[in-house]
C-alpha cells in the first residue's frame, strides 16, 4: 500500500520522481525517499547519516536521500542540492514493519552502496532470510523487511552475477506479496517485480516509467504497461524486457489510460470512497499475509507473543470502530473467553473494574482522543493494554504495551470502509492467536480457511452486486431501518452508520428482534427495512419473522442474503451474497451495504468523502 515511482530516460530523474511522489502522496504516507544515479561512475556511498539527521549516500554512484514525515521534508533536505542523474527510483511509505523514520523509510541499500531498492508489500519469508544474511556477515540498517532485498542483490553480485542475474536470484528467494523496484550503479536501467502488488509501466517520449500507480507517471504519458505476478522486468530508456517466471520474455500491450488528471489520486473512481470499498481485497491479502498457517491452524502474530491468554477481554472503540470491536468481542466469547465491546467515550468516564482483563483498543487512525482517554483509563487501573490500529507509531500503538497492526493501507475517505474489513479479519486474527480454545482445532482451520477465501469472495461481490439499483429505487424515502441478528446485528449498525454519514437521511440500525419494541410505530411503506439475513439457522428464521412483521406494515424490505434462509420471497429486492462459511458472511453483507450508502449519497450529490460536520481523526473528547 506504498507508493513507488522509477524512471529512466533522457529527463531529470529527481524532478520526475518528485512530481509521481506529489501525485500519490494524497494519501498521507509516512515517509518518503528517492534514489538517483548518473548511470556511471564508481562504486561509493554507505547509507550513512547526513548532517541534518536524513539518511543519505552522496557521491558519483547511486544517491539516497530520505526523510520521515511528509514529502515536503525530503523536498526541503533536497533544495539545496538535489541528486543529479537519468535513472532513479522512489518511494512514500505506509509502515507496516518499523516505525516511520528516516532509516525505515525506502529506498534502502546493502553494504556496497551498488543497489539501492524500493518496495511495497510484505516479505513473508523475511526473518529467515535476514539471519542467513546476518549469519553471513551481512549488518542491517533498519527494521524493514525490505532491506535483505539489496543484500541478497549484492550478495549474488560477490558471486560474480550479472545486475539482472542478480535481481532474478534475489527475487526469487522471496515468499510473499511485492512490488520491487532497483537501481544499480553504473547501470542505465532499472529492474523490476511484481508478485500480489500492483506494477506498471508507462511509456513516455523521453524515457520509460515504473510505479505502482498509473498517476504517478500520467503528467509524462498515458501509455502503460500492465505487469502480471511473478513477471520481472529490464527497463531502459528506450525500451523494456519483460520475462515470466520461467526466464521467458514476454510480449506486452501497451494501453492508452483516458484518466481526468484531476482524479488521478482516486485511480479513476468519482471518490475515495469508493476506491477504498474495491481495495478491499487488496487490504485483507495484505492483513492476512504470512499470518495464518492453515495446515496446523494456526495464527503467527508475533507482536503478541509476549501476551498471555487473558481471561477477560474488554475492547473499547468508536463509530464503526467500535461496530468492528462488537464483533470481536463475540468471536472472543465464542472461542470461551468473557469478552465485551465498550463505548470508549462511556468506558473513559465510567471505567468497570478492570481486573486482569486485557483491554483492546480498537481505532484505525490511533488518535481518536475518546478511545486514547479510555485505554489510559484502563492503564491507571493496571490493565495490560493492546492497540489494533491501522497507523504504525500512532498514539495509540505507542501508548499500548503492544500493537497489532491492520494493514489496511491508507484510507482519504471520513467513511471507514476498507478499514472497518481489515479490523474485523485482525480481531478474528487475533482471537484464534489468543484465546486458547480456538487455536488447531477442525473449526479453527475452516475459519482460516475461510478467511483465505474472504478476499476473492469480496471481490465477487463487488463484481456483481446489484447495489446501484437498489438505490435508484429507493432513494429520496422518509427513512431507513436496517435489522440483524447475531452476527449481523454490527453489520446492521455499520450499514446504518455508513448510510446516514454519507447520505444526510436518517437512518437507524436495530438487532432485528428489538424493533418491535418501539420503533416499528414509525415503519410505513415510505421507509424501507434492510434485512441482512445469512444461514439458515434459528437465528435466520426468526430474522425472516421480523422481516414478514415489517412487511406487514407495509415496508418494502432489501434483503442482503445468501438465499438460505428463503428471505427474498418477502423481500421487494434481494442483494445476493456468494456460498461462504457462516464466520465471514457478515462482511460479505456489509460490502454490499457500503455500496448502497454510496450509490444513494451519490445520486443525492453529496459529499461523500468530506461529508459535512465529521472529521477523519477525531481529536477530541
Ligand atoms: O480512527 P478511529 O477508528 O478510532 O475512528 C473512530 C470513529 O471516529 C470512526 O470509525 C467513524 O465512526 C467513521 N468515520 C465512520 O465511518
Not at 30 to 47: K, L, N, P, R, Y
Not at 187 to 195: H, P, Q, T
Not at 254 to 267: A, C, L, R
Not at 556 to 582: C, F, K, N, S
Request: proline share 4%.
Amino acid at each position: 500500500m506504498c507508493g513507488i515511482v522509477g524512471y529512466v530516460g533522457d529527463g531529470d530523474a529527481t524532478r520526475v520522481l518528485l512530481s509521481g511522489l506529489n501525485q500519490l502522496e494524497y494519501r498521507g504516507y509516512d515517509s518518503a525517499g528517492i534514489a538517483v544515479s548518473d548511470g556511471g561512475g564508481e562504486i561509493c556511498g554507505d547509507g550513512g547519516v547526513d548532517a541534518n539527521g536524513g539518511v543519505s549516500s552522496d557521491g558519483a554512484g547511486i544517491d539516497v536521500r530520505k526523510r520521515a514525515g511528509e514529502l515536503e521534508n525530503l523536498e526541503a533536505a533536497i533544495e539545496s542540492g538535489a541528486p543529479t542523474g537519468s535513472v532513479g527510483i522512489g518511494h512514500t511509505r505506509w509502515s507496516t514493519h518499523g516505525p516511520p523514520t528516516d532509516r525505515n523509510a525506502h529506498p534502502h541499500t546493502g553494504e556496497t552502496g551498488a543497489v539501492a531498492v524500493v518496495h511495497n508489500g510484505i516479505i513473508e519469508n523475511y526473518r529467515a532470510l535476514k539471519e542467513a544474511l546476518v549469519d553471513a556477515g551481512r549488518t542491517f540498517e533498519s527494521d524493514t523487511d525490505t532491506e535483505v532485498v539489496p543484500h541478497l542483490i549484492e550478495q549474488a553480485l560477490a558471486d560474480g552475477a550479472d545486475p539482472e542475474t542478480a535481481f532474478r536470484r534475489a527475487v526469487s528467494q522471496l515468499e510473499g506479496s511485492y512490488a520491487i523496484v532497483a537501481v544499480f550503479e553504473g547501470v542505465d536501467a532499472l529492474f523490476a517485480a511484481r508478485n500480489d502488488s500492483p506494477l506498471v509501466l508507462g511509456v513516455g517520449d523521453d524515457g520509460y516509467h515504473v510505479a505502482s500507480d498509473v498517476p504517478a507517471f500520467l503528467e509524462f504519458t498515458e501509455r502503460v504497461v500492465y505487469l502480471e505476478d511473478g513477471e520481472t522486468v529490464v527497463v531502459r530508456g528506450d525500451g523494456a524486457t519483460v520475462r515470466d517466471g520461467d526466464g521467458d520474455v514476454v510480449e506486452k500491450a501497451v494501453t492508452t489510460v483516458d484518466w481526468d488528471v484531476e482524479d488521478t489520486g482516486k485511480s479513476g473512481y468519482d471518490h475515495y470512497m469508493l476506491k477504498e470499498i474495491h481495495e478491499q481485497p487488496t487490504a485483507l491479502r495484505q492483513c492476512l499475509s504470512g499470518r495464518v498457517n492453515e495446515l496446523d491452524g494456526t495464527v503467527e502474530l508475533p507482536e503478541v507473543d509476549g501476551v498471555p491468554a487473558p481471561s477477560t477481554v474488554h475492547l473499547v472503540a468508536c463509530g464503526t470502530s467500535y461496530h468492528a470491536a462488537l464483533v470481536g468481542a463475540a468471536r472472543f466469547r465464542e472461542a470461551g473467553t468473557p469478552a465485551q465491546a465498550f463505548l470508549a467515550s462511556e468506558y473513559a468516564v465510567r471505567t468497570p473494574p478492570v481486573g486482569d482483563a486485557l483491554v483492546i483498543g480498537v481505532t484505525q487512525s490511533g488518535e481518536t482522543a475518546d478511545t486514547l482517554a479510555a485505554l489510559r483509563a484502563a492503564r491507571s487501573r493496571g490493565a495490560r493494554t493492546l492497540a489494533v490500529t491501522n497507523v504504525v507509531g500512532s498514539s495509540a500503538a505507542r501508548e499500548c504495551d503492544d500493537a497489532v497492526y491492520i494493514r489496511a493501507g491508507p484510507e482519504i475517505g471520513v467513511a471507514a470502509t476498507k478499514t472497518f474489513t481489515s479490523q474485523v479479519v485482525s480481531l478474528s486474527l487475533l482471537v484464534e492467536r489468543l484465546a486458547g480454545s480456538a487455536t488447531g482445532s477442525e473449526a479453527s482451520r475452516e475459519r482460516l480457511a475461510a478467511l483465505r477465501d474472504l478476499p476473492g469472495l469480496v471481490q465477487q461481490v463487488l463484481d456483481e452486486s446489484a447495489a446501484a439499483a437498489v438505490a435508484e429505487a429507493y432513494v429520496g424515502r422518509d427513512g431507513y431501518f436496517f435489522i440483524g441478528r447475531g452476527p449481523n446485528h454490527p453489520v446492521a449498525l455499520e450499514g446504518a452508520l455508513k448510510f446516514k454519514e454519507i447520505t444526510y437521511e436518517h437512518a437507524e440500525g436495530f438487532a432485528a428482534g428489538e424493533l418491535k419494541h418501539g420503533t416499528l410505530a414509525l415503519v410505513t411503506e415510505r421507509t424501507p427495512v434492510i434485512a441482512v439475513v445469512t444461514g439458515d439457522d434459528a437465528a435466520a428464521r426468526k430474522t425472516v419473522s421480523n422481516v414478514k412483521e415489517v412487511e406487514a406494515r407495509g415496508a418494502p424490505v432489501i434483503a442482503v442474503t445468501d438465499g438460505r434462509a428463503g428471505v427474498a420471497e418477502y423481500a421487494d429486492h434481494t442483494l445476493a451474497l456468494p456460498d461462504a462459511h457462516p464466520s465471514v458472511l457478515p462482511l460479505l453483507a456489509n460490502t454490499q451495504l457500503q455500496l448502497v450508502a454510496y450509490h444513494v449519497a451519490n445520486r443525492l450529490g453529496r459529499s461523500i468523502d468530506k461529508p459535512r460536520n465529521l472529521a477523519k481523526s477525531v481529536t477530541v473528547e
